[in-house]
């Protein structure tokens, strides 16, 4: 089955404790996405990727890394997280962001204390 | 920096009634433009994309337009069905900010009421 997969779904933690989401993708495709989901602010992309080894910056990128070193996970990382990051982040692909849909994960709620 | 906005916030309608969901966006140099629907608690399902050369896509009950020069699109959904009920999301890749960048609106949450 074609899914984009997230983990974890739900995480509390601490401020200023590493942590990583996981993102894995079995389409093959070549674009993915970072988003977070704040309550009246919709979705803002954080990073996206093109391709093995290029990321880049997306609206709201401060406090954020990835990398992409397989095609298939495109890891977020908070490597010191504060409560502001407290939000819904989802994962996203396509194989092509200019003229294919981007299928979503179903979303990973992370509140940092 | 394209901003894309969805009115009306909210919608509440009578079950079988045809309605109309919008989209706008500032800077007409977009890609193409995806409708989204989101369950409460979920990740986001597509419904439709139409690519920027495209004037409308169809699938089932819903309808979607897309009329770039005035910097709008619109989802019609006839028939109106309570599981229709969700939070519709248009989403916009393009911009100056090229087409690896993607802007959300803020969603319209709609509820059908039996």
């Known amino acids: 089955e074609a899914q984009v997969t997230q983990n974890p779904r739900y995480l509390i933690t601490v401020t200023g404790k590493k942590l990583t989401v996981t993102c894995s993708q079995n389409?093959?495709?070549?674009?993915m996405s970072w988003y977070r989901q704040d309550p009246g602010r919709g979705l803002r992309q954080i990073y996206y990727s093109m391709n093995v080894e290029v990321t880049d910056k997306g609206d709201v990128p401060e406090g954020y890394k990835v990398s992409r070193k397989e095609k298939r996970n495109f890891p977020l990382i908070l490597e010191s997280p504060s409560p502001n990051q407290t939000s819904l982040y989802f994962c996203a692909s396509s194989l092509s962001s200019r003229y294919q849909p981007q299928h979503f994960g179903d979303g990973t709620r992370l509140s940092i204390l | 920096k394209q901003e894309v906005t969805q009115i009306p916030a909210a919608l509440s309608v009578p079950e079988g009634e045809n309605l109309v969901l919008n989209c706008s966006f500032t800077?007409?140099?977009?890609?193409?433009l995806q409708w989204f629907r989101q369950d409460p608690g979920k990740g986001l399902t597509s419904l439709l994309l139409?690519?920027?050369?495209?004037r409308e896509q169809t699938s089932g009950r819903l309808n979607a337009s897309l009329d770039k020069s005035s910097g709008r699109s619109t989802l019609y959904i006839a028939a109106s069905q309570p599981g229709d009920s969700a939070t519709y999301l248009c989403a916009v890749p393009g911009g100056s900010g090229g087409y690896q960048k993607v802007t959300f609106g803020t969603g319209t949450k709609l509820q059908v009421i039996p």
């Open positions: 389409m093959n495709h070549e674009y």
């Open positions: 800077d007409s140099a977009i890609y193409n």
């Open positions: 139409i690519q920027s050369s495209q």
